[in-house]
């Protein structure tokens, strides 16, 4: 199925108030001549939440994710859909635009005996490497998916062991009691000695890419009251990385980060 999966918890979205200051900080999803001025056909945007000539509403009504930026500082953003190549326009906008997409990776990482290249099950959240100017420089929020799932050199080798154990120590262990991975520079790290593998989709697959937008000031009503947050939770129902959680909602409650 060719659908974005998890587009499916906007269901869970209640529609936000606009009574707070810094509603000009959330999200919307862009009109199609803004798309269009900026290398994207919107027709050819796979699970669009919104569709026609004047995309953009009064109030958002996306999910809101949590996300790692390469730093391994926290981010929210939300989905709007994804695309394969056929979506660049055939002029330099669209050549562009493709520029920007493929060097803005957004690492997804699926749980082990799922889907390697899925969306629907995920071991922690994902990360945005948003350096090169992400908010002056991509505007339509273009990201390349890739998928990174640890080989069996990291989980049964005593180096392996020994760098998962010294990642865990810093940034706990995910759905599959693997080490959380944090940050691009410790990507680079693992990718370099083998530790795991990075996939992306074909050119002619809509999950190839995808347009996330990041909450560039979340603060003073940049996530609204009513908001809801998508993440990823253990078994027992608690929030695997409670940090996301403890801030959104300190945020949503009274526009200030959690201490």
Same mark, same amino acid.
């Given at each position: 199925m060719k659908k974005l999966v998890f587009l499916a918890v906007i269901a869970l979205l209640g529609v936000p108030s606009l009574t707070k200051a810094? +509603?000009? *900080?959330?999200?919307?999803?862009? =009109?199609?001549?803004? #798309?269009?001025?900026? @290398?994207?056909?919107?027709?050819?945007?796979?699970?669009?939440?919104?569709?026609?000539?004047?995309? +953009?509403? *009064?109030?958002?009504?996306?999910? =809101?994710?949590?996300? #790692?930026?390469?730093? @391994?500082?926290a981010w929210?953003?939300?989905?709007?859909?994804?695309?394969?190549?056929?979506a660049f326009t055939p002029d330099a906008a669209g050549q562009r635009a493709r520029q920007i997409a493929e060097s803005s990776i957004e690492y997804v990482f699926p749980r082990r005996g799922t889907d390697p290249v899925g969306l629907g099950a995920l071991r922690q959240s994902v990360m945005l490497d948003m350096r090169n100017g992400y908010f002056?420089?991509?505007?339509?929020?273009?990201?390349l998916h890739v998928w990174v799932s640890y080989t069996t050199k990291a989980l049964t080798t005593s180096d392996g062991q020994r760098m998962m154990n010294d990642m865990a120590n810093r940034n706990g262990r995910d759905l599959d009691g693997t080490a959380i991975i944090a940050s691009v520079s410790e990507i680079d790290n693992l990718f370099s000695k083998g530790y795991i593998t990075k996939t992306s989709r074909p050119l002619n697959d809509v999950l190839r890419y995808s347009i996330c937008p990041v909450i560039k000031d979340p603060r003073d009503g940049g996530i609204a009251r009513d908001q809801f947050l998508a993440y990823t939770r253990k078994p027992d129902g608690t929030a695997l990385e409670p940090e996301f959680l403890e801030n959104f909602l300190s945020l949503q409650s009274t526009g200030r980060e959690a201490n």
């Open positions: 810094g +509603v000009q *900080d959330r999200l919307y999803d862009f =009109t199609d001549a803004y #798309y269009q001025q900026n @290398g994207i056909n919107p027709a050819a945007i796979d699970g669009r939440r919104q569709v026609g000539p004047l995309a +953009v509403t *009064d109030t958002p009504n996306f999910p =809101t994710l949590p996300n #790692y930026d390469h730093s @391994g500082n929210y953003f939300t989905v709007l859909g994804g695309f394969s190549t056929s002056s420089n991509n505007k339509l929020a273009l990201w």
